[in-house]
């Protein structure tokens, strides 16, 4: 009996001791987890905090489009700010805070081109680095193929202001620039001075073009250009009645005078600057230029695209990779 006294003693301090161990051991876990999970709380914390730090450094505002006393209308340009919560999901997985995974968006702003009273365009906005070549054409038929030779090699479009006589000639050219992406502009139909016309010509001028456009590409023009610069308040606004804005230039090649290609580059690259549109006609002198021309713009880290581009709010891939 005192034997099986002492053996049920032993089995009730082992079985006892192994409750203590387990239950140290189950507090010991439990403990564990805790600190786990405030320690991934904190980590949680710390990486929001960073993230709303950068995003107060790195929030650049939007413009608004406004009249400026000299360029007149100049377009908006979008605000960029750090997406809080996709840039929080992109960097959860490793738990650390990491620029390259910052999410960005743009940010419109509150007035726009359309919002302005007529006003004509001589460039886009200051800010956006992009420029455009105003391709006027009239004339010079013979040096188009290869212009839209060399602007296919380099991936670039432009935008062909269309005179409608010329364009009534020529459907097939317009409809071959068309299709290879480029713009169609409006040149007026004859070429007048648009200055010293009545409302009514300088409707009739606007829209005589925009038939001839529309047949010969089926594209409906945004954009005119009025020849030599030549307009008067009045032209701006019927264009404007037309849903159209009026386009001018800020760099002259002055190819009409038929400069050497060094000349012409010399001039060009010499008064570049973000926002250009650039004035040209098909020329042998542009048509000479033109592949030179392009790469140096394009190592001036400017982008070159259609002046509807040009003016759009929307900021280019290289321009946020910038403002990162």
């Known amino acids: 009996m005192k034997k099986f006294k002492l053996i049920s003693g032993i089995i009730a301090i082992a079985v006892l001791s192994l409750m203590i161990v387990e239950t140290t051991a189950v507090h010991t876990y439990i403990s564990q987890l805790k600190s786990d999970a405030v320690t991934v709380h904190s980590n949680q914390e710390t990486l929001e905090s960073k993230v709303q730090t950068e995003a107060k450094k790195r929030k650049v505002d939007a413009q608004n489009a406004r009249i400026d006393p000299v360029w007149k209308a100049i377009p908006g340009y979008n605000g960029l700010e750090v997406d809080i919560k996709k840039s929080i ?188 549109i650039i004035l040209m006609h098909p020329t042998e002198s542009t048509s000479k230029s033109l592949d030179r021309l392009i790469k140096e713009i394009q190592s001036k880290d400017l982008k070159i695209d259609t002046v509807s581009q040009l003016l759009n709010e929307t900021r280019i891939f290289s321009d946020i990779t910038q403002d990162k």
């Open 89 to 276: 999901k992109s960097m959860k997985k490793d738990g650390t805070f990491d620029e390259k995974h910052l999410i960005y968006k743009q940010v419109r702003p509150e007035v726009h081109l359309k919002d302005l009273p007529p006003a004509p365009i001589y460039r886009g906005h200051p800010d956006k680095p992009m420029v455009s070549m105003a391709i006027n054409v009239a004339w010079g038929e013979e040096f188009l193929p290869n212009m839209l030779s060399v602007l296919k090699k380099h991936n670039v479009h432009a935008t062909f202001f269309f005179e409608g006589r010329w364009a009534k000639e020529h459907p097939d050219l317009v409809k071959m620039i068309t299709d290879s992406g480029h713009e169609a502009g409006n040149h007026s139909y004859s070429h007048p001075d648009m200055a010293v016309l009545s409302n009514s010509r300088i409707r009739e001028e606007i829209e005589k073009t925009n038939e001839v456009l529309e047949a010969a590409a089926g594209v409906k023009p945004e954009l005119f250009a009025p020849p030599s610069g030549s307009y008067r308040d009045e032209t701006v606004k019927v264009a404007d009645q037309l849903n159209m804005n009026t386009i001018l230039w800020t760099v002259d090649t002055i190819d009409w005078k038929k400069p050497a290609p060094n000349e012409l580059i010399n001039r060009v690259t010499a008064k570049m600057h973000p926002g250009a």
